[in-house]
Antibody
Framework: EVHLVESGGGLVQPGGSLRLSCAAS????????MNWVRQAPGKGLEWVSY????????YYADSVNGRFTISRDNAKNSLYLQMNSLRAEDTAVYYC??????????WGQGTLVTLS | QSALTQPRSVSGSPGQSVTISCTGT?????????VSWYQQHPGKAPKLMIY???KWPSGVPDRFSGSKSGNTASLTISGLQAEDEADYYC??????????FGGGTKLTVL
């Protein structure tokens, strides 16, 4: 069974940094591209970033480009999101999600990042 | 990367059918057959319900169906059940490994 567990969220001041992690199990992590998707409180979903299985291809939403860095460690079955220069509008639940074809198929339960 | 347009809310009685629309542009919905739909209950993670416009993931009942015409995709839920009450989001591939979501639609089962 696919299992994704995000961690690293918390309360941070504007301008600060935070590193999110996503621990994967139940599938061959190194064979799958991964994504981060976020959801501001009471708002809709927003795609944040994509990383291919080998880390050779990386893309970001315009809203985070230049401030966030996605990475992965296939040996540790882990996905990361380094968030710098955080803004109030970055307050959200951050989900990691697997991708099959061009569809987000499995999602973690999310970790909350709050700017205050 | 503008959000896709969905109605804020729809409603229906048990047993009835409802359709949720999702309007984008030729750069996303209209340009690719990679529209997916997600169901989200309060406090829970999104769940994939439809992918590639009209395909069902394993375990999703065929009461849920998807379609697309031009720049607009649609999710139809037939035989409404109480447990279908949730938020629904459409999502479209937008090229160059980027995606765009809709603003979400709250489904109320009366």
């Amino acid at each position: 069974e696919v299992h994704l567990v995000e961690s690293g969220g918390g309360l941070v001041q504007p301008g600060g940094s935070l590193r999110l992690s996503c621990a994967a199990s139940g599938f061959t992590f190194s064979s799958y591209s991964m994504n981060w998707v976020r959801q501001a409180p009471g708002k809709g979903l927003e795609w944040v970033s994509y990383i291919s299985s080998s880390s050779s291809t990386i893309y970001y939403a315009d809203s985070v480009n230049g401030r966030f860095t996605i990475s992965r460690d296939n040996a540790k079955n882990s996905l990361y999101l380094q968030m710098n220069s955080l803004r109030a509008e970055d307050t959200a639940v951050y989900y990691c999600a697997t991708i099959s074809g061009l569809t987000f198929d499995y999602w973690g339960q999310g970790t909350l990042v709050t700017l205050s | 990367q503008s959000a896709l347009t969905q109605p804020r809310s729809v409603s229906g009685s048990p047993g009835q059918s409802v359709t949720i629309s999702c309007t984008g542009t030729s750069s996303d919905v209209g340009g690719y057959n990679y529209v997916s739909w997600y169901q989200q209950h309060p406090g829970k993670a999104p769940k994939l319900m439809i992918y590639d416009v009209s395909k069902w993931p394993s375990g999703v009942p065929d009461r849920f169906s998807g379609s697309k015409s031009g720049n607009t995709a649609s999710l139809t839920i037939s035989g409404l059940q109480a447990e279908d009450e949730a938020d629904y989001y459409c999502c479209s591939y937008a090229g160059s490994y980027t995606w765009v979501f809709g603003g979400g639609t709250k489904l109320t089962v009366l």
